[in-house]
């Protein structure tokens, strides 16, 4: 029976509230690679956490004839580093964007912090992190982006709540990395981008860029270009598919 075929590269993302802000910049990649999408969503009755993400992650790469590029922004992210500890023969490289050193820190985090810290009712909390988020948006805009925050910590798989905040202690990944930031980000702010520096190996990237936290959707073109080039690059400290195939 023949392997199934696979894509170049994985786009994960377990925040389908945020997947709007991924379409631009995987137009871009697309048009040079071809780039699978791979999604999650997370059911209330679900224990929250990455856990179930990534063995289903697991069950879709385990199925191909080759390893591929992972990426992935926030919580989507987080899955890929954790799959790429777990499994690195199946990932050919893995590019985080909007991940820190702490990789487990994302803007729920800060929204559930906040809401224990400030004597303010909720919904004035999320206005704050919208704001954090996307900047100063028009008022009759803050309530269309306060619901999609609210449908964001029904459905991500982020792993905060208000009794428990979770934490990933820093550490490397055996397969090419690229990690990316936005230079205004309020969530992942680039000293936690730049913590990543003691982790990196030869050949390993980080790069900043103008924008905040989705700064993959308003610089689209700049960011996949140099995502490509790490792809290109990345090779050169790469087992090939052929051996790859040979030593499984």
């Given at each position: 029976?023949?392997?199934?075929?696979?894509?170049?590269?994985?786009?994960?993302n377990?925040?389908?509230s945020?997947?709007?802000f991924?379409?631009?910049?995987?137009?871009?990649?697309?048009r040079?690679?071809?780039?699978?999408?791979?999604?999650?969503?997370?059911?209330?009755?679900?224990?929250?956490?990455?856990?179930?993400?990534?063995?289903?992650?697991?069950s879709?790469?385990?199925?191909?004839?080759?390893?591929?590029?992972?990426?992935?922004?926030?919580?989507?992210g987080?899955?890929?580093?954790l799959?790429?500890?777990?499994?690195?023969?199946?990932?050919?490289?893995?590019?985080?964007?909007?991940?820190?050193?702490?990789p487990?820190?994302?803007w729920?985090?800060?929204?559930?912090?906040?809401?224990?810290?400030?004597?303010?009712?909720?919904?004035?909390?999320?206005?704050?992190?919208?704001?954090?988020?996307?900047?100063?948006?028009?008022?009759?805009?803050?309530?269309?982006?306060?619901?999609?925050?609210?449908?964001d910590?029904?459905?991500?798989?982020?792993?905060?709540?208000?009794?428990?905040?979770?934490?990933?202690?820093?550490?490397?990944?055996?397969?090419?990395?690229?990690?990316?930031?936005?230079?205004?980000d309020?969530?992942?702010?680039?000293?936690?981008?730049?913590?990543?520096?003691?982790?990196?190996?030869?050949?390993?990237?980080?790069?900043?860029?103008?924008?905040?936290?989705?700064?993959?959707?308003?610089?689209?073109?700049?960011?996949?270009?140099?995502?490509?080039?790490?792809?290109?690059?990345?090779?050169?400290f790469?087992?090939?598919?052929?051996?790859?195939?040979?030593?499984?």
């Amino acid at each position: 029976m023949a392997v199934p075929t696979c894509p170049d590269a994985v786009w994960l993302n377990v925040s389908p509230s945020f997947e709007r802000f991924d379409h631009k910049l995987l137009g871009c990649l697309a048009r040079h690679v071809e780039v699978a999408h791979w999604a999650y969503r997370q059911t209330p009755d679900e224990p929250s956490g990455p856990d179930a993400a990534v063995a289903l992650l697991h069950s879709y790469l385990g199925g191909h004839n080759r390893p591929v590029h992972l990426l992935g922004h926030g919580t989507g992210g987080l899955v890929g580093l954790l799959y790429a500890r777990q499994n690195p023969r199946w990932v050919k490289s893995l590019t985080l964007l909007s991940v820190g050193v702490n990789p487990m820190l994302d803007w729920q985090a800060h929204y559930y912090a906040q809401l224990e810290r400030l004597p303010c009712p909720r919904q004035q909390v999320l206005a704050r992190m919208v704001f954090s988020l996307f900047g100063h948006q028009a008022r009759p805009l803050v309530r269309g982006w306060i619901s999609l925050l609210e449908q964001d910590l029904l459905h991500s798989v982020s792993p905060h709540s208000l009794l428990k905040r979770s934490s990933l202690c820093p550490g490397s990944v055996p397969v090419p990395l690229m990690v990316c930031g936005g230079e205004a980000d309020a969530v992942v702010d680039s000293t936690q981008v730049r913590g990543w520096q003691p982790w990196l190996k030869e050949g390993d990237r980080l790069a900043l860029y103008p924008g905040r936290h989705f700064f993959h959707h308003t610089s689209p073109c700049l960011v996949a270009s140099q995502i490509l080039g790490f792809w290109e690059t990345s090779n050169n400290f790469l087992v090939s598919p052929q051996r790859f195939r040979a030593i499984l």
